[in-house]
Nanobody, 115 residues
Framework: QVQLVESGGGLVQAGGSLRLSCTAS????????MGWYRQAPGKQRVLVAI???????TYANSVKGRFTISRDNAKNTVYLQMNSLKPEDTAVYYC?????????WGQGTQVTVSS
């Protein structure tokens, strides 16, 4: 069983940056494709970025060129570097496998971008 804990969120002004971390405990993490997801108030949770076990990355159009997903398998950690943040990036951010597993959702980390 894998447990995922997100951290690094906060309040930032538009144009600022944040770096989110997701640390996994349990067996099998390093072989999994991982994703960052976000859920804005009143909206469904959506996929933001994916990184495969081999390091190939894919991004939603809304964050392409601004966000970078990376992973450190030795630390069982996935990162999301977020630059040039916009108010519409405000959401709770979660990590999970890709495709997501219902039993892996953690508490998420809140990101709030002020205009």
């Amino acid at each position: 069983q894998v447990q995922l804990v997100e951290s690094g969120g906060g309040l930032v002004q538009a144009g600022g940056s944040l770096r989110l971390s997701c640390t996994a405990s349990g067996a099998g993490f390093s072989i999994n494709d991982m994703g960052w997801y976000r859920q804005a108030p009143g909206k469904q949770r959506v996929l933001v970025a994916i990184i495969t076990s081999g390091g190939v990355t894919t991004y939603a159009n809304s964050v392409k060129g601004r966000f970078t997903i990376s992973r450190d398998n030795a630390k069982n950690t996935v990162y999301l570097q977020m630059n040039s943040l916009k108010p519409e990036d405000t959401a709770v951010y979660y990590c999970n496998q890709w495709p997501a597993r219902a039993d892996y959702w953690g508490q998420g980390t809140q990101v709030t971008v002020s205009s």
